[in-house]
């Protein structure tokens, strides 16, 4: 019999690993449309990539104020696009809470985090860690970056020169790939 | 690769949690095994169709996923009940109910053949909203599935136009119940497979009276003005611009082949307004009649694009049907495209006009051919006298003409008389001329040669002046030297007389010491001998 806390244990892995799934999947997903919260999430990627995060990073815990570093960076965007015309009372927009920008900026780091990974795949090499390598990892790699790049599946059936079913195939071995890279390193270990 | 130990462990996924952990224990090594197990889980979550909760399980069996969006999955399902195929679209997570509901009034209240219809709507455990399946069946009975505009390319310049214009009929249908789309792509129309209609879906997007997201769009479509309309006080006139633009991009798709603005999360860059569209992505060109109209669907300025999508049917339905368009204001325009939609009755036309014009010309002609000839009678018979007396004036001119020629031939030979003259007056200067140039050659050579005698001179000149200034140089030392050897001979003599002076002092002490030695000697001859011996010690 399963003792009730080793059923804890494992019901709680089983739901970080959930949650590492849908996040890798739907930062995976062709994002066809946006909403304002992907807006938002877009400007925060860029709010990563313009290095801020990483000094905030080195310094102590209390000191570090997310809110107001991305928060500064949204409005500053957001008032140059507002140069280019006629834009939106910056009162009217309700940014984000902390949390919420918290979530954003680990998802933007995820972002990078897949883009590097996709990288690697695209030079013909899986991540030593994983114990089942993918068999055509260039493949799968140049499938992820068009995918990434906003083409459907078949656009990039048609640009890689494949069928459509090898397409989604290479796709979702690749997203699995991730999924499971991404497991081993938060820690994740079955049963 | 994975599959064998995948499938091999997904065969063990019914066993029971203890029969697992005891393969973990006897078979293969943990960490191999631990990962394949992560393999199976994602493979797992990955295939499964998901559940749609107790009272969606309990009605709908989901078949088949159709699409994947960033939020949602679109399902092809059964309805169990009344035992029909619809299509669900499955939220991810449970803050979709909110938006499920929202979708579903938004897009529940439009009735158009051009927009998909939402038959239910589920905000439970799991939330997803029940629409009408685009599908058709073929002649053999087999149910084909619509796909989007996307995926399906028109097969014509008309055919894409055409969708375009259906598209418009059906948000026209939307605005008139204050549904605004916001996210017209060729992605979000799907098209029918058999009759090839085109029906708009996605209102999830959309703004209305049940409220909107501030922003919404797809990267690549977005109106210029996308990030400006919220809490706008002529956000209803902007909005109704946004999805005229959302038309203008879709047609620029289904054109082109690519989408009017760059596809990135740059947002300015996205916004920029699409270059002009030449050719299709066939490399055709395009009418410059739908350039016009593409160019106002997709004008920057809002206010300059049509009013309403029904302006946009309008247009397209006229492009199509060759009628005249808001652009073709020209009479002979006008004229044209009437010929082009009704070629019989224009060719009768031409024909008839042509025929009379024909008749009235001939009938023209005949009268003028009249007026002709009596003016051509008229005008013979006062040629007729102008030749009588342009005959008497020949007669007289010819007269002429003989006296003329006869001066002529005297004149002829006085001038063949002066030409030799001339001749030999000529030939006589030549040789003048002959004779001067002979001269003046001669005196021309003379010159060179004095004037190198000059040279000569004058370089003697030059001889003669520097050895007359060494003379004069010479001379005056010389002079100097002159004078100073006569200032020396004066000295010399003023010497020597000073010398002759003493000297004869000098004979007039020798003779008084001689006559002093004569007298010595005379008193003592050897004492005599010694001082003559040494007359100047005596000194």
């Known amino acids: ?191 | 690769m994975t599959s064998g130990l995948v499938e091999r462990l997904a065969a063990l996924a019914s066993e029971p949690r203890e029969r697992w952990r005891a393969l973990l224990e006897d078979e293969l090594d943990p960490e191999t095994l631990q990962q394949a197990l992560l393999w199976l889980t994602v493979e797992h979550a990955t295939d499964a169709a998901p559940s749609l909760g107790a009272a969606g399980d309990a009605r709908y069996t989901l078949v088949e996923e159709l699409d994947r969006g960033a939020t949602a999955a679109v399902w092809q399902a059964e309805d169990r009940v009344l035992e029909r195929v619809v299509a669900i679209k499955l939220f991810d997570d449970a803050s979709g109910a909110d938006r499920a509901i929202r979708e579903a009034r938004v897009a529940g209240d439009i009735v158009s053949d051009h927009v998909v219809r939402i038959l239910d709507v589920h905000d439970g455990e799991r939330s997803f909203i029940v629409m009408e399946l685009v599908a058709e069946f073929d002649e053999g009975g087999i149910r084909r599935l619509g796909r989007p505009a996307s995926e399906t390319r028109p097969s014509s310049l008309h055919e894409a136009i055409d969708w375009v214009r259906q598209a418009a009929l059906g948000i026209h249908e939307s605005h008139l119940r204050n549904v605004f789309h916001r996210d017209l792509n060729p992605r979000n129309v799907l098209i029918t497979p058999i009759s090839r209609r085109a029906q708009i879906t996605d209102f999830g997007l959309a703004a209305s009276r049940h409220g909107h997201c501030l922003w919404g769009g797809t990267p690549g479509y977005m109106a210029p003005e996308a990030l400006a309309v919220a809490g706008d006080e002529n956000a209803r006139d902007r909005l109704v611009a946004i999805d005229i633009w959302g038309l203008g991009a879709f047609a620029y798709d289904l054109i082109a082949g690519r989408a009017p603005c760059a596809r990135t999360i740059e947002w300015e860059a996205a916004l920029e307004a699409p270059p002009a569209l030449q050719r299709t992505a066939n490399g055709e060109p395009v009418p410059a009649a739908l350039r016009r109209v593409l160019a106002r669907l997709l004008d920057p300025e809002s206010l300059k694009r049509y009013r309403s999508a029904r302006d946009v049917a309008d247009e397209l339905a006229a492009f199509l049907t060759s009628r005249p368009t808001s652009f073709d204001r020209g009479r002979m325009r006008r004229a044209r495209l009437w010929s082009k939609r009704n070629p019989r009755v224009a060719a009768t036309g031409l024909v008839a006009l042509a025929l009379t014009g024909m008749v009235a010309v001939a009938s023209a002609s005949l009268a003028s051919l009249r007026d002709d000839h009596q003016l051509l009678v008229t005008e013979l018979e006062a040629r007729r006298g102008e030749r009588t007396q342009l005959r008497r004036e020949a007669t007289r001119i010819r007269d002429e003409l003989a006296t003329t020629e006869t001066e002529l031939a005297a004149r002829t030979t006085e001038l063949a008389a002066l030409e030799r003259s001339l001749a030999d007056q000529r030939q006589l200067y030549l040789d003048v001329l002959a004779a001067k140039e002979t001269a003046l050659q001669r005196a021309s050579a003379e010159r060179h040669l004095l004037l190198g005698q000059l040279e000569d001179l004058d370089d003697d000149r030059l001889v003669a002046e520097s050895t007359r200034r060494l003379y004069e140089r010479f001379w005056a030392a010389s002079r100097g030297e002159a004078e100073r050897a006569t200032r020396e001979r004066v000295r010399i003599q003023a010497e020597r007389d000073v010398a002759r002076t003493e000297l004869a002092a000098i004979t007039v002490k020798l003779e008084a010491v001689q006559r002093e030695l004569a007298h010595v000697q005379s008193a003592a001859p050897h004492e005599a001998d010694a001082v003559a011996d040494h007359p100047l010690q005596t000194d």
């Open chain 1, 1 to 191: 019999m399963i003792q009730p806390e080793q059923r804890a244990v494992d019901d709680t892995m089983a739901a970080q690993f959930e949650r590492i799934i849908r996040r890798v999947k739907r930062s995976m997903n062709y994002r066809g449309s946006y909403s304002t919260q992907d807006i938002l999430g877009s400007l925060v990627a860029r709010w990563v990539q313009s290095g801020e995060w990483q000094r905030l990073k080195t310094l102590p815990e209390p000191a570090r104020q997310i809110g107001p570093s991305v928060r500064r960076f949204l409005l500053d965007r957001l008032d140059h696009l507002r140069i280019r015309g006629h834009r939106i009372e910056l009162e009217t927009l309700e940014l984000p809470d902390d949390n919420t920008l918290t979530e954003q900026v680990e998802l933007a780091e995820l972002r990078c985090w897949l883009d590097l990974q996709i990288t690697g795949l695209e030079q013909g090499t899986c991540d030593p860690r994983i114990k089942l390598p993918l068999s055509q990892p260039l493949e799968v790699g140049r499938a992820l970056r068009l995918l990434l790049a906003g083409q459907t599946q078949r656009q990039i059936a048609d640009t890689l020169e494949m069928s459509l079913g090898l397409v989604n195939k290479r796709i979702a071995e690749g997203t699995n790939y991730l999924i499971v890279l991404q497991g081993l390193e938060h820690g994740i270990t079955l049963p």
